[in-house]
Antibody
Framework: QVTLKESGPALVKPTQTLTLTCAFSGFSLSSSGMRVSWIRQPPGKALEWLARIDWDDDKFYSTSLKTRLTISKDTFKNQVVLTMTNMDPVDTATYYC???????????WGQGTMVTVSS | SYEVTQPLSVSVALGQTARITCGGN??????VHWYQQKPGQAPLLVIY???RRPSGIPERFSGSNSGNTATLTISRAQGGDEADYYCQVWDGTTAYPFGGGTKLTVL
């Protein structure tokens, strides 16, 4: 059974750096074809893809947020980490990680973690 | 960037067929995926690559993609189908645009 679970701070201050961890089980990110993405959703708004990391350590970022994002993986711990710098209140959202298939679908999602940016 | 449009809301009578559209330029040339999201829950993939159903998704959910419009069809709509539905597009590049979401109401 594939599961993913996000964790991180519930509250960050403006200008701070956010670090989120996605802990997963049921698959290995060292296996060919495995990919994990981060997606966020501001309250009452639509979903937005942020970043993706692949089994071969290829990394891809949203064009609009590229300068602020870093994605990495720890294969041994079965974790994917996303950092987002210079946080702003508009970044307040629920952040999800999801296993991503080869056709671009987010096939299994974590439960999400809500992050509020406020001073 | 590629834009994807969805109607804000769709209503359907209990037991009838609901159709939710997803519009985009030549969307038929892209993979379209559909997600169901109920309040307080994470999205759930219900259709991938235009018309494929993940394991565990009822056959009442189906998809199509032609021209500039992809469609999610929900047959014999049930109260449990009430949710927000999002389409998402992928064309092999490193962008994953989502539509704005459609709220489905079952009357």
């Amino acid at each position: 059974q594939v599961t993913l679970k996000e964790s991180g701070p519930a509250l960050v201050k403006p200008t701070q750096t956010l670090t989120l961890t996605c802990a997963f089980s049921g698959f290995s990110l060292s296996s060919s074809g495995m990919r994990v993405s981060w997606i966020r959703q501001p309250p009452g708004k639509a979903l937005e893809w942020l970043a993706r990391i692949d089994w071969d350590d290829d990394k891809f970022y949203s064009t609009s947020l590229k300068t602020r994002l870093t994605i990495s993986k720890d294969t041994f711990k079965n974790q994917v980490v996303l950092t987002m710098t210079n946080m702003d209140p508009v970044d307040t959202a629920t952040y999800y990680c999801a296993r991503t298939n080869g056709g671009g679908a987010f096939e299994i999602w974590g439960q999400g973690t809500m992050v509020t940016v406020s001073s | 960037s590629y834009e994807v449009t969805q109607p804000l809301s769709v209503s359907v009578a209990l037991g009838q067929t609901a159709r939710i559209t997803c519009g985009g330029n030549n969307i038929e040339n892209k993979n379209v995926h559909w997600y169901q999201q109920k309040p307080g829950q994470a999205p759930l993939l219900v259709i991938y690559t235009d018309k494929r159903r993940p394991s565990g998704i009822p056959e009442r959910f189906s998809g199509s993609n032609s021209g500039n419009t992809a469609t999610l069809t929900i047959s014999r709509a049930q109260g449990g189908d009430e949710a927000d539905y999002y389409c998402q597009v992928w064309d092999g590049t490193t962008a994953y645009p989502f539509g704005g979401g459609t709220k489905l109401t079952v009357l």
